[in-house]
């Protein structure tokens, strides 16, 4: 779902970042595919083959993918700035972050992982205040 306040400076990009939210809370962290991601933050420091492995064929994968799209917004002057071309890891680390939380503290205070990645999306496009 793509709010009203999407529209407008670095809207295209905006609407893609809040659909790979969608896209990660119902196919990464609704899934056990969010057991493998905490799988490699545990074992890939002893396991760096694996590590390589999951680099090579998923992450630097997305990241080339975002990279262009972003890229893409910054030339048509939709985003004022190229961190996120840089880093678009900031895209992701929400979601991250609500992996690591989940297995350790959700239990004491569960955490939203859709509204945890939605609040970062508006701070990162410019979109005002996080709902």
Known sequence: MIPDRA???G???ASIALLVVELFVREVF???RKDVIRLMMTEGPR???LAEFYYREVLSRVFT???KRLQRGVDSGELSHKVLVRYPQLIAAPGITAIIWSGLFDRFEPLDARELMQAQ???LFGEGKAS
């Open 11 to 13: 809207a295209a990009s």
């Open 65 to 67: 993918a975002a990279r």
């Open 121 to 123: 999306m508006n701070i």
């Open 30 to 32: 609704g899934t056990r």
């Open 47 to 49: 396991f760096p083959k």
């Open 7 to 9: 529209r407008g400076h």
